[in-house]
């Protein structure tokens, strides 16, 4: 990945267009929103839409490490060993790259030319310096829009899933505040 934007700085400084897009500032900046797999609209979900008490619980202690791409809390508290969040992972860590890719060979946003290993600052601020442009925030939107999408039906079903779980542990608190 060093090497890659290495030739990329070297291809920009001769005014040559850019050729290689295997390199860690475009996985920072495009297709890691939230950390590794794309998260964030994950903990977003989970923090806003979860009628589970534990998805909730863990939207709320996730989001701030989620907003500086550190995803290990979702990933270690939802994610592993979890057949329903871990298919859409995969299925992003496939569709994201594409689309980048994509974005990229069809002129959607610039490709970076300078080395910013600074991972950990939040999108779409890391995406804006590295490719300042309209464009490079569209593409960035339709990942974030597409990884949403993504999620979703997992989540939805996860979300029951634990809310069905739930749901006599609540019971039983109900009847023993009432005792």
């Known amino acids: 990945m060093l090497a890659g934007i290495a030739a990329a700085a070297t291809e920009f400084a001769a005014n040559k267009p850019i ?15 939230g950390g590794v797999g794309c998260t964030l609209p994950l ?7 979860a009628k589970s008490q534990r998805l909730k619980a863990l939207g709320k202690a996730c989001i701030v490490p ?11 508290g ?16 496939i569709v994201i790259p594409l ?5 990229f060979r069809l002129v959607l946003a ?35 829009v597409v990884t949403w999408l993504i ?7 996860y979300d029951q899933q634990t809310t069905r779980e739930e749901l006599p542990m609540l019971l039983k608190i109900r009847k023993i505040n009432f005792e």
């Open 19 to 33: 050729s290689l897009l295997y390199m860690s500032e475009v996985i920072y900046n495009f297709a890691w929103i």
């Open 66 to 76: 989620s907003l500086f791409n550190i995803n290990e809390p979702v990933v270690f």
């Open 99 to 103: 689309i980048t890719w994509f974005g």
């Open 151 to 157: 999620w979703y039906p997992f989540f939805r079903v």
């Open 43 to 49: 903990v977003l979900m989970m923090l806003f839409f």
């Open 110 to 144: 610039a490709i970076p030319h300078a080395l910013m290993q600074m991972w950990y600052i939040p999108f779409p601020f890391l995406t804006w310096v590295m490719s300042p442009s309209l464009r490079a925030m569209l593409l960035i939107v339709i990942i974030f």
């Open 78 to 93: 939802t994610i592993v060993w979890n057949p329903y969040l871990m298919i859409p992972l995969w299925i992003n860590g």
